[in-house]
């Protein structure tokens, strides 16, 4: 299932191995991203998983949840590293690189393990079963999340939105520049799942599971050459990435500005996505779904 651009929007991932080298550590450096986040003193770290995953830590010095563990001894390490305690567990889908390490973690803290009701079946280890418009309390980090259903990449896959601290885990279903593959849901489902993401507040950091910004905007340069945003930005990554720093947290302000994902109602996307069709495209959602499959077959050049 990889993609010859080497972008695999995030395949289901069993063998990949432990690929964090690329740091003197197995994080970087956390994101402060808005006031709020520092009055409440938690911080959000990446932490570098298999080639390419982040497995997002939120901690507050003494307590902490992890994002969709899907390794547990990358989990481990940065608990002891900094003498944590793990409160929770979020999961967005049932991905193996996304849940590969909970059921270690469970056995080791005893904590919820909260995960997508319509995936249940597909992840083993869930206490907590959620749906649309659920909202969870984590009280060890005086954190709330309201639930958001963004069926697409997976039927059940959902994302976790902290109003509070404006910060969005959206797992494999909005990436920075991009969006995830349709492996299990409709382009018109996928469509509606990013829409709902992109009404968020604009300054909502968008704390994504994968580091794929670089070929995503490539593909998003080749859609819309003309946009000054996309240009200013690969510069941004491009530096970043050379100096081993990750490209996420994006914001929606951002991705409104530049992702082709989004932007599938602007007249210059849909006429990229009818010429590469070779045919007259308007509706947003024949537009989302050329884009989505010129994207799976996308070499940058
Ligand atoms: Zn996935």
Redesign the pocket.
């Known amino acids: 299932m990889i993609n010859r651009a080497g972008n695999s929007d995030?395949?289901?991932a069993r063998d990949e191995k432990f690929a964090a080298g690329t740091s003197a550590d197995d994080t970087h450096s956390g994101f402060a991203t808005n006031e709020i986040e520092k009055a409440s003193a938690l911080e959000v770290l990446p932490l570098a998983a298999f080639n390419d995953n982040y497995l997002w830590l939120i901690h507050n010095g003494r307590e902490s949840l992890i994002v969709d563990p899907g390794d547990a001894v990358v989990v481990e390490r940065a608990l002891a590293a900094r003498n944590l305690k793990l409160a929770a567990i979020l999961v967005?889908?049932?991905?193996p690189?996304?849940i590969g390490g909970v059921m270690v973690l469970k056995s080791q803290f005893d904590i919820p393990v909260y995960g997508p009701r319509a995936e249940a079946a597909k992840i083993e280890g869930l206490t907590h079963l959620l749906e649309d418009a659920d909202c969870v309390s984590i009280e060890a980090l005086d954190l709330q999340f309201d639930v958001l259903a963004v069926p697409g990449?997976?039927l059940g896959?959902i994302a976790y939105y902290a109003a509070r601290q404006g910060w969005l885990f959206c797992?494999?279903t909005l990436f920075a520049s991009g969006c995830?593959?349709l492996?299990e849901g409709t382009p018109a489902q996928m469509q509606v799942s990013l829409q709902k993401l992109a009404q968020l507040p604009p300054q909502t950091g968008v704390f994504c599971?994968h580091e794929y910004t670089l070929s995503n905007l490539a593909f998003a340069r080749a859609v819309e050459p003309g946009n000054a945003a996309i240009a200013a930005e690969l510069e941004r990554v491009k530096s970043l990435r050379a100096q081993l720093q990750p490209s996420v947290p994006s914001t929606i302000a951002r991705e409104r500005s530049l992702n082709p994902f989004l932007r599938c109602g602007e007249v210059e996307i849909a006429k990229a996505a009818g010429e590469h069709a070779r045919k007259d495209l308007r509706d947003p959602i024949a537009v989302f779904a050329e884009l989505r499959s010129w994207k799976d077959d996308f070499r940058a050049s």
């Open positions: 995030s395949r289901p967005t889908h049932h991905h690189d996304h990449h997976t896959h797992g494999d995830g593959r492996f599971a």
